[in-house]
C-alpha cells in the first residue's frame, strides 16, 4: 500500500468490511492516523460526563479532535458540539454516527442501559471504543459483551482511571512487595450528603424519549425524574451499587485477588433519603473472596469522609487509598499515638488524563489498554451479585462460567 495513500479512501475501504477493518495492525493504523494526523473522534452520550471526557480528550489537540456529536437530548448536543471542531456533525442516531467512516474511535458516555448495544455496534462497524464504566447492566451482558468485542481486533478501554494513575499502580506495587503481608480485609466506602430528587424538572429542549429508553425493558411515558436522575431506577442501570461499586471493588480485587470476582455476595440496603426511585442510597455488601473477605458501603445522606476510600488490612500492615493519595500504616498499633506514623505515603488523587492518553497510545500501538473489557466486566461482577443478593434476600454464589479471569 503506498505511503501517500488518501486517508479518506483507507479508511472507507478498511471499514467496508467489518473483517477489513479488524485486520488494521499498528503498522496500518500509523498509516492511518500520521504523525501529524489527528485522530477523528465522535461521541454518544455526551452528558456531564461525556463532556467530561470531551474535555480530557481535547488535553491532546494534537492528537485527536471530536469531529461529530450523538445524543438524544439536544441541549447536551449543542454543548457537546462547542467542544467539538467546527463544522462537526450532529445526529440524535448513533448509527448515523458508525456509519461514518472518517471516525476511528468512539466516545461511550451514555447511561448503563445502552453501553452494550453502543459498545457491540461501534466495535462491529470497525471502530475502537473508550466506553465508560459500569461494563454492563447485569453479569450475562457483560459476558456477551466481552466475548463480542474479542471476536473483533478493536481497542477497547473501560472508563475505570483508576487503572491509569500513578497513586493506585504505585500502591498495587506495594502490596506486590508484600508490604501488608498476608490480606485479611478489604473495605470499600462511598460517603455523600446527596441531594435528594427534585419533585419536578424541565426539559430544557428537544428529548427524543424513545430513544433514550432504549434497550430498557419496561416502557414509561415522558418522565423527566428517569431522564435526569436514571441512576435512581434499576431500569437504567444497576444503581449506586454497581456505579460506584465497580471503581472500588476493581482496586480491591486487582490489589488481593488477581483481578478476579468474589465467590459469593451478602447484601442489606434501604433507601433512606432518595425517595422516588428504586435502588438503595444506604447499603452495605459483603463479599467472599478465596483467602479474605471484603465489604462495599455506601452512604448517600451523609459525608463523614467525603467521597470513597479503600482500607486494606494485612497481617503487617494496613492500607489506606482515597483522592489524597494512599497511606501505609504498620502493625500493631500502639496507644497513645493511634495511628502511627505511616511508613509509605503518596499524594495525589485518580485524574482521567492518564486513562485517556493510554486509550490514544493504544489506538496507535494496537496494544492492550489499561482496561480491558475483562477488566470492566470482573470489576462490575461483585456488585451484580451485590444487587442479586439484596433483592433476593440471601447469599449469592457466583457460577463457575459468570466472569472471564483476567487481572
Ligand atoms: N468514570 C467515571 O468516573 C464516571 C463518572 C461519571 C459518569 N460515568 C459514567 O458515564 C455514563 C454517563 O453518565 P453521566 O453522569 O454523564 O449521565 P448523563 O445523564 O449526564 O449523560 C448521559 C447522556 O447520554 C444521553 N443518551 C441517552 N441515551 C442515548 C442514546 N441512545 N444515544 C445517545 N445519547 C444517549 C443522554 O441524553 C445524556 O446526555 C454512565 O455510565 C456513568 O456511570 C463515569
Given at each position: 500500500?503506498?505511503?501517500?495513500?488518501?486517508?479518506?479512501?483507507?479508511?472507507?475501504?478498511?471499514?467496508?468490511?467489518?473483517?477489513?477493518?479488524?485486520?488494521?495492525?499498528?503498522?496500518?493504523?500509523?498509516?492511518?492516523?500520521?504523525?501529524?494526523?489527528?485522530?477523528?473522534?465522535?461521541?454518544?452520550?455526551?452528558?456531564?460526563?461525556?463532556?467530561?471526557?470531551?474535555?480530557?480528550?481535547?488535553?491532546?489537540?494534537?492528537?485527536?479532535?471530536?469531529?461529530?456529536?450523538?445524543?438524544?437530548?439536544?441541549?447536551?448536543?449543542?454543548?457537546?458540539?462547542?467542544?467539538?471542531?467546527?463544522?462537526?456533525?450532529?445526529?440524535?442516531?448513533?448509527?448515523?454516527?458508525?456509519?461514518?467512516?472518517?471516525?476511528?474511535?468512539?466516545?461511550?458516555?451514555?447511561?448503563?442501559?445502552?453501553?452494550?448495544?453502543?459498545?457491540?455496534?461501534?466495535?462491529?462497524?470497525?471502530?475502537?471504543?473508550?466506553?465508560?464504566?459500569?461494563?454492563?447492566?447485569?453479569?450475562?451482558?457483560?459476558?456477551?459483551?466481552?466475548?463480542?468485542?474479542?471476536?473483533?481486533?478493536?481497542?477497547?478501554?473501560?472508563?475505570?482511571?483508576?487503572?491509569?494513575?500513578?497513586?493506585?499502580?504505585?500502591?498495587?506495587?506495594?502490596?506486590?512487595?508484600?508490604?501488608?503481608?498476608?490480606?485479611?480485609?478489604?473495605?470499600?466506602?462511598?460517603?455523600?450528603?446527596?441531594?435528594?430528587?427534585?419533585?419536578?424538572?424541565?426539559?430544557?429542549?428537544?428529548?427524543?424519549?424513545?430513544?433514550?429508553?432504549?434497550?430498557?425493558?419496561?416502557?414509561?411515558?415522558?418522565?423527566?425524574?428517569?431522564?435526569?436522575?436514571?441512576?435512581?431506577?434499576s431500569d437504567y442501570n444497576g444503581g449506586?451499587?454497581?456505579?460506584?461499586?465497580?471503581?472500588?471493588?476493581?482496586?480491591?480485587?486487582?490489589?488481593?485477588?488477581?483481578?478476579?470476582?468474589?465467590?459469593?455476595?451478602?447484601?442489606?440496603?434501604?433507601?433512606?433519603?432518595?425517595?422516588?426511585?428504586?435502588?438503595?442510597?444506604?447499603?452495605?455488601?459483603?463479599?467472599?473472596?478465596?483467602?479474605?473477605?471484603?465489604?462495599?458501603?455506601?452512604?448517600?445522606?451523609?459525608?463523614?469522609?467525603?467521597?470513597?476510600k479503600i482500607t486494606i488490612q494485612g497481617r503487617?500492615?494496613?492500607?489506606?487509598?482515597?483522592?489524597?493519595?494512599?497511606?501505609?500504616?504498620?502493625?500493631?498499633?500502639?496507644?497513645?499515638?493511634?495511628?502511627?506514623?505511616?511508613?509509605?505515603?503518596?499524594?495525589?488523587?485518580?485524574?482521567?488524563?492518564?486513562?485517556?492518553?493510554?486509550?490514544?497510545?493504544?489506538?496507535?500501538?494496537?496494544?492492550?489498554?489499561?482496561?480491558?473489557?475483562?477488566?470492566?466486566?470482573?470489576?462490575?461482577?461483585?456488585?451484580?451479585?451485590?444487587?442479586?443478593?439484596?433483592?433476593?434476600?440471601?447469599?449469592?454464589?457466583?457460577?463457575?462460567?459468570?466472569?472471564?479471569?483476567?487481572?
Amino acid at each position: 500500500m503506498s505511503e501517500n495513500i488518501n486517508r479518506r479512501r483507507f479508511i472507507t475501504t478498511a471499514g467496508a468490511s467489518i473483517t477489513g477493518a479488524s485486520l488494521l495492525t499498528a503498522k496500518s493504523y500509523a498509516r492511518v492516523i500520521g504523525a501529524n494526523e489527528r485522530i477523528q473522534l465522535g461521541i454518544i452520550g455526551s452528558g456531564g460526563r461525556g463532556r467530561s471526557l470531551m474535555n480530557e480528550f481535547r488535553k491532546f489537540p494534537d492528537r485527536c479532535e471530536f469531529i461529530a456529536v450523538c445524543d438524544v437530548y439536544e441541549p447536551n448536543i449543542n454543548a457537546a458540539l462547542k467542544l467539538s471542531r467546527e463544522g462537526a456533525k450532529s445526529t440524535m442516531d448513533y448509527r448515523e454516527l458508525l456509519a461514518d467512516k472518517d471516525i476511528v474511535a468512539i466516545v461511550n458516555g451514555t447511561p448503563d442501559h445502552w453501553h452494550s448495544n453502543v459498545l457491540l455496534d461501534s466495535v462491529a462497524a470497525g471502530k475502537d471504543v473508550y466506553t465508560e464504566k459500569p461494563f454492563s447492566y447485569s453479569i450475562e451482558q457483560g459476558a456477551k459483551m466481552v466475548k463480542g468485542v474479542r471476536e473483533k481486533k478493536q481497542i477497547v478501554q473501560v472508563g475505570m482511571q483508576r487503572r491509569s494513575s500513578e497513586a493506585v499502580r504505585g500502591a498495587k506495587k506495594l502490596v506486590e512487595d508484600g508490604v501488608l503481608g498476608e490480606i485479611v480485609m478489604a473495605r470499600a466506602q462511598w460517603y455523600w450528603n446527596r441531594k435528594p430528587m427534585p419533585a419536578k424538572l424541565q426539559l430544557q429542549g428537544k428529548l427524543d424519549w424513545e430513544r433514550f429508553q432504549g434497550p430498557a425493558k419496561k416502557r414509561y411515558p415522558l418522565d423527566e425524574r428517569r431522564f435526569f436522575h436514571w441512576r435512581n431506577f434499576s431500569d437504567y442501570n444497576g444503581g449506586h451499587m454497581t456505579d460506584q461499586g465497580t471503581h472500588l471493588m476493581d482496586v480491591i480485587q486487582w490489589f488481593c485477588n488477581d483481578g478476579n470476582p468474589p465467590r459469593s455476595a451478602v447484601c442489606q440496603g434501604m433507601i433512606h433519603a432518595h425517595k422516588g426511585g428504586d435502588v438503595p442510597d444506604t447499603f452495605s455488601a459483603v463479599f467472599e473472596y478465596p483467602t479474605f473477605l471484603a465489604s462495599w458501603t455506601l452512604c448517600y445522606s451523609n459525608s463523614f469522609e467525603d467521597s470513597w476510600k479503600i482500607t486494606i488490612q494485612g497481617r503487617k500492615a494496613t492500607m489506606v487509598l482515597d483522592d489524597d493519595g494512599y497511606r501505609i500504616f504498620p502493625e500493631p498499633w500502639q496507644r497513645p499515638e493511634i495511628p502511627p506514623k505511616p511508613i509509605h505515603e503518596y499524594k495525589g488523587g485518580i485524574p482521567t488524563k492518564p486513562h485517556v492518553e493510554n486509550f490514544l497510545d493504544c489506538i496507535k500501538s494496537r496494544q492492550e489498554p489499561n482496561a480491558p473489557v475483562e477488566v470492566g466486566h470482573n470489576a462490575v461482577t461483585g456488585p451484580h451479585l451485590a444487587n442479586m443478593a439484596l433483592r433476593q434476600q440471601k447469599r449469592v454464589v457466583l457460577q463457575s462460567n459468570g466472569a472471564i479471569a483476567k487481572a
